[in-house]
């Protein structure tokens, strides 16, 4: 756990939280087996919001992500995305899983596909896009995230942020509604850690609604509008930025805070 | 440094040895033995050993390899040209025997005015196979692989035209079922009717189509039974049919054992399992005996077809396994890569995880096809004659080649081990070109 410093200035003027909702989380609860992993989780996401999620391992951070986009299954509650609720139905799964964007640890990308490749399979395959504009929209995301010269290369001949970067550009390419981001820096050195923390500034800056578990705190003071704090599969503590650390309510967060900043 | 900055350096070397061979000891084959033949006790003593035997081995075939003769009629006349040559009590090798037979090693008892036909049919394997062997020839190619199943079944066993274009017609009613089924009744309803159009096609109109259409215009070849094939032709046809379905069939049952429905991975677990623990030859009397008993009678299923089936069942089991390993050594990122971006399990399946965890099993399926080949031969024990041991006990049963032992296994010997490290060749060809981290 690091805390980069975030020395850019920011552009706030697209980031506004519209009162339409995005994600509603109600009474949701979660087993492994025998183990309740999530316990009565209730948390409304709005349009527009920039919500980090921290919390000491263990304590059900990425469960709760995956059970947005369905990686994961719930058993009680209900969990309604763009209006759609998460049901066993494939097709509203299908439809949730195309306007929601993954971003995880380790990358994930198709190592047996070269980078354009991997950023148009979606696209051709899923939204049934021609392939000249499926390629020419990777290659308006591969420029955003700044790599459009490693098109032609494969996963493996990339460095760890730069091949996040195009795990973040593969999944705009789809042009989700919604970002979902699963500790996207903790497997990467300092140095890269910043090339993606920047790319995800950009992405805040345009207006996406994202969710990012990361401990990345100078990123969640610099861009997150909301920081929840988890414990124990629940939601402990949650308030914006300046609050949440400088006056932070339960012990456990204090705890917690007092762990990863050192101080 | 710049020039004039050299000439204050205190001592500056101004005319260059010439460059010289590293001293003996350390320099080609010497120091190659020195490092792989010497370098220990241990190592002394193997090579020791190892040149000891190989000079037995030489020192028993050297003779006879090279007292070899070739132009001879039968063995006895062999005995005498050696006995002229090299003295009474020399022992040499009868090459005469291949010169002779070769054919029927290579074609069994095949009509030779016929031969035309199987060698036709082998050299458009060839065309065949290109287009699935290489990628970058044009894609157009496959066409012809396509309907190749049903050209070689018209060369090769001969009768009306019309038998294979029937079956073929199976295949494209199976399609058009399913382009029809598609829009009104959803996909799964649609693969039924894809798969059953085709079945019930097969067992009650094709037949009937096919007499009607050879009534109307009656094109074929002559009829060759399936008695008369025998050699690397019956090799050949059983093997690279079986390779051909068992590698399809296999990547089907290894997906259904990690199904999460509970009848598809109980029936692939117990076929699996089940397959494995028989031996090949067991399913081969299965196949030309039992069968009979559960067909109706007056059934005439050919023999080589129901090898064939035994022989592909056989080897997808192991495929299955093979595959399956290459499965789970794929890490659940990319299951779940391919979920968050709306892949559906068979479009995931197909551009992503088959693609890597057939790469990984490329030795493993290879391996398959070769044991798949050579197991060819045991078809000797419901009766056909396999190039090893069926051929070569015909030849020995002669009257011209009484008492020849070794050369008659040594030529299907030889064509076993070039056609199998061929596969080998082409697994490692296959392997180099998709690889793709570069580290
Ligand atoms: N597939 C699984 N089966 C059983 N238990 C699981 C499974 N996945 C996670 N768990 C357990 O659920 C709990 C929550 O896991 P989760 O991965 O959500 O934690 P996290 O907050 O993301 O932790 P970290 O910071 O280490 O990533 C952990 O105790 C973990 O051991
Ligand atoms: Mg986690």
Redesign the interface.
């Known amino acids: 756990m690091s805390e980069l410093a975030i020395d850019r200035t920011i552009d706030r003027s697209h980031m506004q939280v519209s009162d339409e909702v995005a994600i509603q989380i109600t009474g949701m609860n979660k087993w492994y087996g025998a183990f309740h992993v999530l316990r009565d989780i209730n948390m409304t996401v709005n349009r527009g919001e920039r919500i980090v999620i921290c919390g000491p391992s263990g304590s059900g951070k990425s469960t709760l992500i995956r059970c947005i986009n369905r990686l994961e299954e719930h058993q009680q509650g209900q969990i309604i995305v763009d209006g759609t609720e998460l049901t066993s139905d494939l097709k509203n799964i299908d439809k949730v899983r195309s306007e929601v964007g993954m971003v995880f640890q380790h990358f994930n990308l198709f190592p047996h596909l070269t980078i354009l490749e991997n950023c148009t399979l979606a696209p051709i395959w899923v939204r049934k896009e021609p392939r000249k504009e499926a390629e020419a929209t990777a290659m308006h995301y591969l420029e955003k995230v700044k790599i459009p010269e490693q098109a032609n290369k494969y996963p493996g001949q990339l460095s760890g942020g730069q091949q996040q970067r195009v795990a973040i550009a593969r999944s705009l390419c789809m042009k989700p509604r919604i970002m979902l981001f699963d500790e996207p820096t903790s497997a990467l050195d300092p140095e890269m850690i910043k090339e993606v923390l920047d790319t995800m500034i950009e992405l805040a800056e345009e207006g996406m609604t994202m969710l990012c578990v990361t401990h990345e705190m100078g990123f969640a003071q610099a861009v997150a509008n909301r920081v929840i704090f988890m414990d124990q599969g629940q939601i402990v503590e949650q308030n914006e930025p300046k609050e949440f650390f400088n006056n932070p309510q339960s012990d456990r967060t204090k705890l917690f805070l007092s762990q990863i900043l050192g101080h | 440094m710049s020039g004039t900055k050299a000439n204050s350096a205190s001592f500056v070397r101004d005319t260059m040895l010439s460059e010289q061979d590293p001293p003996i000891t350390e320099r080609g084959v010497v120091k190659w033995a020195r490092e792989n033949l010497f370098s220990g006790p241990l190592n002394t003593f193997l090579t020791i050993i190892g040149a000891v035997a190989i000079y037995i081995i030489l020192k028993g075939l050297a003779p006879w390899l090279l007292h070899s003769v070739w132009n001879a009629n039968s063995a006895a006349e062999c005995r005498e040209i050696i006995a002229a040559a090299y003295g009474e009590g020399a022992h040499g090798a009868c090459w005469g025997v291949v010169r002779e037979r070769w054919a029927q090693f290579l074609y069994g008892f095949y009509p030779s005015e016929h031969y035309w036909r199987v060698n036709l049919t082998f050299i458009l394997l060839f065309v065949a196979l290109a287009p699935i062997l290489f990628a970058n020839l044009p894609r157009k190619m496959l066409w012809f692989s396509v309907i190749y199943p049903a050209v070689a079944l018209l060369l090769l066993w001969g009768g009306s035209v019309w038998v294979p274009v029937a079956a073929l017609a199976g295949f494209a009613l199976g399609w058009l079922a399913y382009r029809f089924a598609l829009p009104v009744t959803g996909s799964l309803a649609a693969t039924v009717a894809a798969v059953l159009v085709p079945i019930i096609w097969w067992l009650f109109f094709a037949g009937w189509f096919a007499g009607l259409a050879h009534g109307i215009l009656p094109l074929g070849m002559e009829q060759v039974p399936s008695s008369k094939f025998g050699g690397f032709l019956l090799s050949l046809t059983i093997g690279v049919t079986g390779i051909a379905f068992s590698l399809p069939l296999g990547v089907v049952l290894a997906l259904g054992r990690q199904s999460d429905m509970f009848l598809v991975k109980t029936l692939s677990v117990g076929f699996i399992e089940f397959i494995r623990g028989v031996p090949l030859i067991t399913l081969l009397f299965t196949a030309s005996l039992l069968l009979n008993y559960f067909l109706p009678p007056g059934t005439n299923f050919d023999i080589i077809l129901r090898v064939i089936i035994m022989v592909t069942l056989f080897s997808a089991a192991y495929i299955a396994e093979v595959v399956r390993g290459g499965l789970a050594a794929l890490?659940r990122?990319?299951y779940?890569?391919a979920?968050?971006?709306?892949?559906?399990y068979w479009?995931a399946q197909q551009?992503?995880i088959m693609?890597?965890a057939l790469?990984i099993s490329i030795p493993g399926i290879v391996s398959s096809f070769i044991g798949l080949f050579k197991d060819t031969t045991l078809v000797i024990f419901v009766g056909l004659l396999d190039p090893l041991k069926g051929i070569t006990d015909a030849i020995r049963g002669s009257f011209e080649w009484k008492g020849i032992y070794w050369e008659p296994f040594l030529f299907p010997a030889l064509i076993f081990f070039l056609i199998c490290f061929g596969m080998s060749r082409y697994s490692m060809y296959l392997e180099n070109k998709?690889k793709?981290?570069?580290?």
Not at chain 2, 436 to 439: L, P, W
Request: charged share 35%.
């Open positions: 890490p990122g990319q779940e890569a979920d968050a971006l709306g892949l559906d479009k551009l992503i693609p890597q790469k998709l793709r981290d570069h580290r």
